[in-house]
């Protein structure tokens, strides 16, 4: 995907990983980037830096669990714009708590923000890019943990996850020859998501506080959001479905696959039960 002279929008665009795809954007040389965010104040800082860089920047103010706000922010796109060629569903939060402690809100907060407002995002630009001449690109950010549920305290949120990886990969069979589409799946990044609970609106509870032991692991363990903005786009521009920030997610997906099909092996010891339901079976459009 040609990335020179791209015109983009970036979801949680402000900070974070999102700061840092608008960055790497710019550096790779698209002409405008949208900085979408819930924060304007942080949201004018990066559309500076990426101005700096020489894109043209816009800030549109964007809930994206909010349907009738995204689309304001696809009608703001290709206004300023004139059209999308690139797409970064971004935002995202979380909290962490053990699964059956967590209250209702939580869930349906994590629930409606990552993966309703992913899945909106996708569907509200991706109409509008399929019927537009040339080949767009819809970049979903997901985390490792939606191809791992291997990460303590995050049931909720790895479930989102899993359901962002999910979506967009079904997609691929329905648009996947009129439409780009990746996942980026990060493992742990030194970003402020651990505070992510300060923009929670009231109808989920309203904000809390983070919690100080998150932001210790993150900051320790987590790689740095500017290169993982970088492998964004570059995943993007290689045209890779599955996009990861570091070789051993690899390893998780393995995991898996072995448990898998050694639960199946148990079932169907001869391997080969099932071959006529098999056979049956075709993928849409065939």
């Known amino acids: 995907m040609e990335i020179t002279g791209a015109r983009a929008v970036v979801t949680g665009g402000a900070t974070g990983i999102g700061r840092g795809i608008a960055l790497a954007l710019a550096d790779a040389g698209a002409a405008a980037i949208v900085i979408a965010d819930v924060n304007r104040e942080k949201a004018e ?5 990426v101005a700096a860089r020489g894109a043209e920047a816009e800030v549109q103010i964007c809930d994206i669990r909010d349907r009738d706000a995204l689309e304001a922010l696809a009608d703001f796109a290709w206004g300023r714009m004139g059209g999308v060629d690139l797409l970064f569903n971004n935002a995202g939060v979380g909290r962490t708590a053990l699964a059956f402690d967590l209250a209702d809100d939580d869930i349906a907060w994590q629930v409606e923000v990552n993966l309703i407002g992913t899945i909106q995002g996708t569907r509200i630009f991706g109409r509008r890019m399929i019927a537009e001449p040339g080949r767009g690109w819809i970049c979903n950010t997901a985390s490792q943990a939606g191809i ?3 990460d303590p305290l995050l049931a909720a949120y790895t479930a989102t996850k899993h359901g962002i990886v999910g979506f967009t990969d ?3 069979n329905e648009v996947g020859d009129r439409l780009g589409l990746s996942v980026l799946c990060p493992a742990v990044v030194a970003t402020d998501m651990w ?9 989920f509870g309203g904000p809390f506080a983070g919690d100080p032991k998150a932001k210790v692991f993150m900051d320790r363990e987590g790689l740095d959001p500017d290169h993982v903005g970088r492998l964004a786009v570059e995943g993007v521009r290689d045209e890779l479905f599955w996009i990861w920030t570091q070789p051993f997610t690899i390893e998780l997906a393995e995991r898996r696959f072995v448990e898998q099909r050694a639960a199946s092996l148990h079932q169907w010891p001869a391997g080969d039960a099932g071959v006529e339901r098999r056979a049956a ?3 849409i459009g065939q």
């Open 45 to 49: 800082r990066t559309a500076g830096e």
């Open 148 to 150: 791992s549920a291997r």
């Open 170 to 172: 079904a997609l691929r």
């Open 195 to 203: 505070q992510s609970g300060m923009t929670r609106q009231a109808a």
């Open 281 to 283: 079976w075709r993928p």
